[in-house]
Nanobody, 119 residues
Framework: QVQLVESGGGLVQAGGSLRLSCVAS????????MGWYRQAPGKQRELVAR??????VNYAASVKDRFTISGDVEKAVYLQMNSLKPEDTAVYYC??????????????WGQGTQVTVSS
């Protein structure tokens, strides 16, 4: 089992910045990825950015060059969001994909944190 606790969301004006944090606790055999997804009202949840075990990083095209993910997949990840746009408004969820001690591939999610960008 892994527990993910997020913090750092809020209300910001367009062009501003926010930093999200996600701290992991618990124990699994291996954590494969850790990162952030978001879901806007009426839309599907989408990948924002993630770190893959070994250090590779993936970004959504819409946030590349504005957002930066950092951290350690086994401890905590952070999302620095700069030049925020109204279309970045969403609930942001921390996610980790793991291999459990029983050999199952299992995803865990945080409770979500609201990011609202006003125009």
């Amino acid at each position: 089992q892994v527990q993910l606790v997020e913090s750092g969301g809020g209300l910001v004006q367009a062009g501003g910045s926010l930093r999200l944090s996600c701290v992991a606790s618990g124990s699994v055999f291996r954590i494969n990825t850790m990162g952030w997804y978001r879901q806007a009202p009426g839309k599907q949840r989408e990948l924002v950015a993630r770190i893959i075990r070994g250090g590779s990083v993936n970004y959504a095209a819409s946030v590349k060059d504005r957002f930066t993910i950092s951290g350690d997949v086994e401890k905590a990840v952070y999302l620095q969001m700069n030049s925020l746009k109204p279309e970045d408004t969403a609930v942001y969820y921390c996610n980790t994909d793991t291999l459990t001690w029983s050999g199952r591939v299992t995803a865990y999610w945080g409770q979500g944190t609201q990011v609202t960008v006003s125009s």
